[in-house]
Nanobody, 118 residues
Framework: QVRLVESGGGLVQPGGSLKLSCETS????????MGWYRQAPGNQRELVAR???????QYADSGKGRFTASRDNNENMVYLQMDSLKPEDTAVYYC????????????WGQGTQVIVSS
């Protein structure tokens, strides 16, 4: 059974930091590109960061310079360090696993809520 479980969300003041974690199980981690997405109320889900198996992580413009995504290929974990948070970062953040061998296969976590507010 495939499971992606996000954690680390919460309420933070503008300018603050949060670190999200995504624990994966049931997949061969190295066979997947991992990603972080977010969805704010009334908006479509959007890419935050995409982490290939090897190579450079890609970031959406909204998070460049403030967000750092990483993956631990030994622990099958994915992380998103978010600094200098802004109210517009408020959203549900989702972990994604995208198969490198079958591009139609995607797995999603249940999401973790991030609220940036004073």
């Amino acid at each position: 059974q495939v499971r992606l479980v996000e954690s680390g969300g919460g309420l933070v003041q503008p300018g603050g930091s949060l670190k999200l974690s995504c624990e994966t199980s049931g997949i061969t981690f190295g066979h997947y590109a991992m990603g972080w997405y977010r969805q704010a109320p009334g908006n479509q889900r959007e890419l935050v960061a995409r982490l290939p198996r090897f190579g450079t992580t890609q970031y959406a413009d909204s998070g460049k310079g403030r967000f750092t995504a990483s993956r631990d290929n030994n622990e099958n974990m994915v992380y998103l360090q978010m600094d200098s948070l802004k109210p517009e970062d408020t959203a549900v953040y989702y972990c994604n696993a995208h198969s490198l061998f079958n591009t139609q296969v995607d797995y999603w976590g249940q999401g973790t809520q991030v609220i940036v507010s004073s």
